[in-house]
């Protein structure tokens, strides 16, 4: 089986930053796309960004310029810099991670239990 950890969302100001974090392990042979999603409460879940395993990245345009979304191969983490806080930002957010594993050919697409980020005014 596989999981994902989030960790590093928490309670920030307005114009502040915070750094999520995203660890998979398991049965991994290999990591697709790895992805950041969040959802605030009684809205959908939306993209905020996601990057292949060759680094390209694309953004939700409400946060582009201000986060920046990387992985490290490696350690199958992918990280979320988040810049310039809004309370919009406000909202618990999930990573996925599509995942060949040793025992299938398939791709199947994990996700993370969420950590919730907290923006005030």
């Known amino acids: 089986q596989v999981q994902l950890v989030e960790s590093g969302g928490g309670l920030v100001q307005a114009g502040g930053s915070l750094r999520l974090s995203c660890a998979a392990s398991?049965?991994?042979?290999?990591?697709?796309?790895m992805g950041w999603y969040r959802q605030a409460p009684g809205k959908q879940r939306d993209l905020v960004a996601h990057?292949?395993?060759?680094?390209?990245?694309n953004y939700a345009d409400s946060v582009k310029g201000r986060f920046t979304i990387s992985r490290d191969n490696a350690k199958n983490t992918v990280y979320l810099q988040m810049n310039s806080l809004k309370p919009e930002d406000t909202a618990r957010y999930y990573c996925?991670?599509?995942?060949?594993?040793?025992?299938?050919?398939?791709?199947?697409?994990?996700w993370g239990q969420g950590t919730q980020v907290t923006v005030s005014s």
């Open positions: 996925n991670a599509g995942v060949r594993t040793y025992d299938s050919g398939s791709i199947y697409l994990y």
């Open positions: 398991g049965n991994i042979f290999s990591i697709n796309t």
């Open positions: 990057i292949t395993s060759g680094g390209s990245t």
